[in-house]
């Protein structure tokens, strides 16, 4: 294997775009290392070599160890990585932004500071997802009332439809087992959601603590994100799963989950949908310049000039410069 120090850092050229990427890999039972820029999972049964670019976010399942070198490629690639224990999906660990520019960063922040549009994002939400309503007008808690309503006809709606028994949405945080099959599914469904909604927002470089709907969580536009596909794809799949059979409920949901998140390609349409809401405007939602390195300064009234300069003097350009890593 190559020196990790002799090889040079990857580009954003290098990379694959988060949409085009696997939705998530469950590993488990295995080592887990670094051979020049792929991930190898090594474990009774030999040896498979993963390329580290492609993953979207890499849930390690029980039993999983993990070297240094590969938490450092999966950081350099974007990747996301969450501990799955037997007990539903935890968030520990992301990697870095695909994008090296913080247009969609800047533009949450002022999204998100001025009350007027934070709640004029969150109508918009309400609106993706249940586009038969127009929001306009309504107060947040006439949304969340709303909201509330719809997901309970939800569940209502998906138990007639498979026939599965719903008692109600019964989860005690730690005791995964405790609620009945579908309960458990809507838990593992609803888990990886998060993970892949935080690997999502974490590569296009925006904040997963500033939300919209949620709020005081670090989490909280990771939240926001994924209850878009709630009621369409998690809820649904979640009784499905709960129909066929009651035993080995988690990872049946999770192998089910990315089955439907290929079909659906709900990869493209989650990297779409977060530019739709916090650059309402834009030309396009893959607008060109995203994979460019560019570090401005910023000086009066609101414009940006180019770094590296000394403005001292004339044209002058630092010794140091800035260096980008």
């Known amino acids: 294997m190559s ?13 694959t775009r988060t949409a085009e990427r696997l939705s998530f890999l469950y590993l488990e039972r295995c080592t887990i290392h670094r051979d020049a820029n792929a991930l190898t999972a ?25 070297t240094h070198q ?17 007990h539903g999906v935890r968030y520990y660990a ?24 934070r709640l004029a994002v969150a109508r918009q939400m309400y609106r993706m997802r249940f586009p038969d309503e127009d929001p306009a007008g309504l107060t947040r808690q006439e949304l969340l009332g709303r909201e509330g309503r719809r997901v309970k006809d939800c569940y209502r709606a998906q138990a007639a439809r498979t026939g599965v028994p719903w008692r109600g949405r019964r989860y005690v945080p730690g005791d995964f087992t405790g609620g009945d099959a579908v309960n458990q599914a809507i838990t593992a469904a609803a888990q990886c959601m998060y993970g892949i909604a935080h690997a999502v927002v974490t590569s296009l ?28 794809i ?17 990872p049946r949901t999770r192998r089910a989950l990315r089955d439907r998140i290929n079909e659906t390609a709900l990869l493209n349409r989650c990297v779409d949908d977060v530019k739709r809401l916090l650059l309402p405007d834009a030309a396009s939602a893959t607008s060109p310049g995203d994979d460019r390195d560019v570090v401005t300064l910023q ?8 770094s590296g300069v000394n403005y001292d003097g004339p044209d002058h350009y630092d010794d140091y410069g800035d260096t980008l890593w």
Not at 3 to 15: D, M
Not at 96 to 116: D, G, I, K
Not at 299 to 306: F, L, M, P, V
Request: aromatic share 4%.
């Open 234 to 250: 998690g809820i649904p799949l979640a009784f499905d799963v709960a129909a066929h059979d009651e035993e080995d409920v988690g």
């Open 299 to 306: 000086t009066d009234g609101g414009h940006n000039i180019a």
């Open 70 to 86: 590969a938490m450092s490629v999966l950081g350099e690639t974007g990747a996301a990585v969450c501990w799955v224990g037997e």
């Open 42 to 66: 090594q474990d009774a049964e030999g040896t498979t070599h993963i390329p580290s670019a492609t993953i979207g976010a890499l849930l390690l399942g029980p039993g999983t160890r993990i």
């Open 205 to 232: 470089g925006c904040s997963p603590a500033l939300g919209f709907v949620h709020s005081g969580h670090e989490l909280s536009f990771v939240l926001d994100i994924a209850d878009l596909y709630k009621t369409e």
């Open 3 to 15: 020196s990790v120090s002799r090889r040079p850092a990857l580009t954003p050229r290098h990379l």
């Open 94 to 117: 992301s990697g870095r932004a695909l994008s090296r520019s913080s247009a969609l960063m800047e533009a949450q922040a002022r999204q998100w500071a001025n009350p007027r549009n």
